[in-house]
């Protein structure tokens, strides 16, 4: 499997997992490279977040999910983006298994 299907796969199994709790309310988010309607004007989407954004319970705590297969590390602007998040009192996970979200997510009530 190449990184970006094992990527892909890692992020839905993360969104199976959380997707029906009571605890947990995700936002939608869109990332990718487009053309647009009309011309050839190309659209880069979602290229300054997180892969995934939650606001979790009890207190709605904003908490970013970042999907990491392999070796990779977090690129210049998604640290840029981790940072923003902390300072404004949210909290990031680096998930490299479903576990390492589920577990994020845990700590991140505390």
């Not at 939650?54 to 981790?82: C, D, F, S, Y």
């Amino acid at each position: 499997m190449d990184r970006t299907a094992a990527h892909t796969k890692l992020k839905n199994d993360i969104l199976a997992e959380i997707g029906c709790r009571d605890d947990i309310l995700i936002v939608p988010t869109v990332s990718g490279v487009f053309r647009s309607l009309y011309g050839n004007r190309v659209v880069n989407a979602g290229a300054h977040k997180a892969d995934i954004i939650l606001a979790v319970a009890p207190r709605g705590r904003m908490v970013g999910i970042e999907v990491k297969t392999g070796n990779a590390t977090l690129k210049k602007n998604q640290g840029n983006w981790k940072k923003a998040l902390l300072k404004r009192g949210g909290f990031h996970i680096t998930a490299r298994t479903v576990q390492d979200a589920l577990d994020g997510i845990e700590e991140s009530k505390k």
